[in-house]
T-cell receptor, first 114, second 113 residues
Framework: TQLLEQSPQFLSIQEGENLTVYCNSSSVFSSLQWYRQEPGEGPVLLVTVVTGGEVKKLKRLTFQFGDARKDSSLHITAAQPGDTGLYLCAGATAGGTSYGKLTFGQGTILTVHP | NAGVTQTPKFQVLKTGQSMTLQCAQDMNHEYMSWYRQDPGMGLRLIHYSVGAGITDQGEVPNGYNVSRSTTEDFPLRLLSAAPSQTSVYFC????????????FGPGTRLTVT
């Protein structure tokens, strides 16, 4: 079973601060996704990264896929209260009989205080 | 489009009871999956299907059955509920497995007493 270690598990910051969430594994993934989930709802896709070393930006959010496709990071600049939520990374298995199945990290609960 | 719908929203079962969680999607997606979400453990894959008539086990399949008779529907059956199955269950669909966007339903919060 492939594992994705996500850190930190909890993050409580003030509005305007920057933060980074990490997603690490010893396994190679064919792609990696980041989802955001609000209480009482299902996760919603933020971004998909496919190529090793790829960097994608979504307004104040920057996503990076590691060169070896084993890790990823999410950086938020000038966090706002609206960024509060659960952030999940998910890697798609690279090969074998489990090709394409998603493995999720444990999640990071982000709270941004006004 | 309704996207992915799940029923019921909440359910309380006694140990040993059986029930079916319903999931339907109207996006003509081939790939559908069931996850459970527990505190501090992210989402864990229970069962998945790559098309009508084809299902396979995920990471935590014990105690659950699935079937996929149509593209639209993917019900999850709990055979004999146990307290360890208390969780929030999410159904998801996507065009195909892999890097395609997963569309999640709103979830079913299940409590087994």
């Amino acid at each position: 079973t492939q594992l994705l270690e996500q850190s930190p598990q909890f993050l409580s910051i003030q509005e305007g601060e920057n933060l980074t969430v990490y997603c690490n594994s010893s396994s190679v993934f064919s792609s990696l996704q980041w989802y955001r989930q609000e209480p009482g709802e299902g996760p919603v896709l933020l971004v998909t990264v496919v190529t090793g070393g790829e960097v994608k930006k979504l307004k104040r959010l920057t996503f990076q896929f590691g060169d070896a496709r084993k890790d990823s990071s999410l950086h938020i600049t000038a966090a706002q209260p609206g960024d509060t939520g659960l952030y999940l990374c998910a890697g798609a298995t690279a090969g074998g009989t489990s090709y394409g199945k998603l493995t999720f990290g444990q999640g990071t609960i982000l709270t941004v205080h006004p | 489009n309704a996207g992915v719908t799940q029923t019921p929203k909440f359910q309380v079962l006694k140990t040993g009871q059986s029930m079916t969680l319903q999931c339907a999607q109207d996006m003509n997606h081939e790939y559908m999956s069931w996850y459970r979400q527990d505190p501090g453990m992210g989402l864990r894959l229970i069962h998945y299907s790559v098309g009508a008539g084809i299902t396979d086990q995920g990471e935590v399949p014990n105690g659950y059955n699935v079937s996929r008779s149509t593209t639209e529907d993917f019900p999850l059956r709990l055979l004999s509920a146990a307290p360890s199955q208390t969780s929030v269950y999410f159904c998801a669909s996507s065009y195909r497995e892999g890097y395609y966007e997963q569309y999640f339903g709103p979830g079913t919060r299940l409590t087994v007493t």
